[in-house]
């Protein structure tokens, strides 16, 4: 709720930004939308709250939801880079609404999102599992695959958004949407640890490292992107500290910090 | 009189068409009863015929080795680290390795007899395991899997792991391996890992 400070501009850069990524989808191998887009250089963090609605994600022992924890981190992390850096935040859910996994890398597609981060509490049958730790992408398949994806990325060029936005390759589009995540895996590793060094300076919580796994909600987006598992809601002790708003501030505090050591590197 | 008889006639009039439909339906009664009558018997001998086309064969290596057993290594979950661990069982052998594969699989289910931690529900249920000639295993779970249980991101690599391994580990013809419930392909099972590829087994989560 920072963000009141100044809403008109939040407002401006949002409203923007979604009509920037209507008028994108359709009709952005017209010149002018693209010129418009490149004059414009804003450039955007899409943040996805994971799960919501129906999906309750992982759940506590004393009935706190993965879901509402995400999008509480979600909001504050928004508020913190819309206050400090000149980028434009879109969330794939603003509330506890249903969105389907490849839609949010849709979303962050669409607005041509330099930087993905998806927010999750983890979960898991051992009850003693505590900690935190951030992952990209593993596709998940055998190497060879991952070797001829690898040569045939390089043979068509290395940005992917150039073939992406043709509407009428939907075909191309949809093959280059599948692997788009396989040309950030050295930026989004980068992230990752980052962010991860942050999370373990600022949580306290045990350091259980920089992982990659096949997620689903990674695999379409075309820009670099990681996954965060902020403690335990499966653990009754980290649940607790997860339904604290300090904690939770403490998250966004720790995402952000990474993000903008990262953009030291990449500005 | 003429009147009479024309009354007469035309109250035979009525009667006719009164007659025709419970005749009409008499005969469609009947009809329907002979087709009721030729498909179950029909139905019955094709059934006869493919339980004896399929048990000749069966029968001979059941008389053969009547209590063949093999064992099978089930991976689960620690309570002090993070990795799978084996646990050994012995289970009916053949005849295929899909109907091998199955038991494993139930074997998994129940859970562990040595303390470790189930990764999966043990409500979660195998309709089916299929082998295809080029090594993926599709195996198929009842919806279970997916309503018995809130993943987080821990449980739900657990949970495919548990499975990914132990079908590549035990079966030499399994290269890769598919989740699918009730049939068919789901993104994941509670929101995290892509379940739209084949897994090849990953043995670096395995303790040694």
Not at chain 1, 36 to 59: N, Q
Not at chain 1, 136 to 161: C, H, K, M, V, W
Not at chain 1, 198 to 222: C, D, H, M, W, Y
Request: include cysteine; aromatic fraction near 6%.
């Amino acid at each position: 709720m920072d963000k009141k400070h100044r809403p008109s501009l939040s407002c401006f850069l949002l409203t923007s930004l979604l009509v920037a990524a209507f008028a994108a989808a359709p009709a952005s191998s017209e010149p002018g939308v693209r010129a418009r887009a490149e004059a414009k250089k804003l450039r955007t963090v899409v943040i996805d709250p994971g799960h919501g609605g129906m999906e309750l994600g992982a759940k506590g022992k004393y009935g706190h939801l993965e879901k509402d924890i995400t999008l509480a981190i979600a909001l504050k992390l928004k508020a913190l880079i819309e206050k400090n850096l000149a980028f434009g935040v879109v969330l794939t859910r603003d509330k506890d609404v249903d969105v389907p996994v490849e839609n949010r890398a849709a979303v962050a597609n669409n607005v041509k999102a330099d930087l993905f981060i998806s927010i999750h509490t983890n979960g898991s049958r051992q009850k003693a599992a505590e900690g935190s730790e951030t992952f990209f992408l593993s596709s998940g398949q055998t190497p060879d695959e991952e070797t001829r994806r690898l040569a045939y990325l390089e043979n068509n060029g290395s940005r992917i958004e150039d073939h992406v936005d043709k509407p009428s390759e939907s075909d191309v589009k949809m093959i280059l949407w599948d692997m788009a995540q396989t040309a950030y895996i050295r930026q989004s590793s980068q992230l990752a640890d980052l962010i991860q060094a942050e999370l373990n300076s600022l949580l306290g919580t045990r350091n259980r490292g920089i992982k990659q796994a096949p997620f689903k909600v990674l695999t379409g987006v075309a820009c670099p992107a990681v996954l965060i598992e902020a403690a335990f809601i499966s653990n009754p002790n980290e649940e607790r500290k997860l339904a604290t708003d300090e904690f939770q501030t403490s998250v966004a505090e720790a995402i952000f910090r990474g993000l903008s050591k990262y953009l030291q590197i990449y500005p | 009189m003429d009147e009479e008889k024309e009354e007469e006639r035309e109250e035979e009039k009525k009667d006719k068409p009164d007659r025709k439909p419970i005749l009409a339906l008499g005969l469609l009664l009947v009809s329907l009863a002979v087709l009721i009558i030729i498909f179950f018997t029909g139905g019955e001998r094709e059934k006869v015929r493919r339980l004896a086309q399929v048990s000749v064969p069966k029968a001979a290596p059941a008389a053969a080795e009547p209590t063949a057993r093999r064992t099978v290594t089930l991976f689960f979950l620690s309570d002090n680290d993070d990795l799978l661990h084996g646990e050994t069982r012995e289970i009916a052998a053949g005849p295929s390795a899909a109907d091998e594969a199955e038991r494993a699989l139930a074997e998994l289910i129940k859970g562990s007899t040595g303390g470790l931690v189930s990764p999966l529900p043990a409500e979660a249920r195998v309709r089916q395991v299929f082998i295809t000639k080029d090594g993926v295993a599709y195996v198929d779970f009842g919806r279970e899997i997916m309503e018995k249980f809130s993943y987080g991101s821990s449980s739900e690599l657990a949970a495919v792991y548990s499975v990914v391994d132990t079908m590549a580990y035990n079966f030499k013809s399994i290269k890769r391996v598919a989740i699918l419930v009730e049939g068919t392909e789901k993104e994941t099972l509670g929101g995290h890992i892509d379940l739209t590829q084949p897994f090849p087994p990953d043995y670096s989560i395995v303790a040694k």
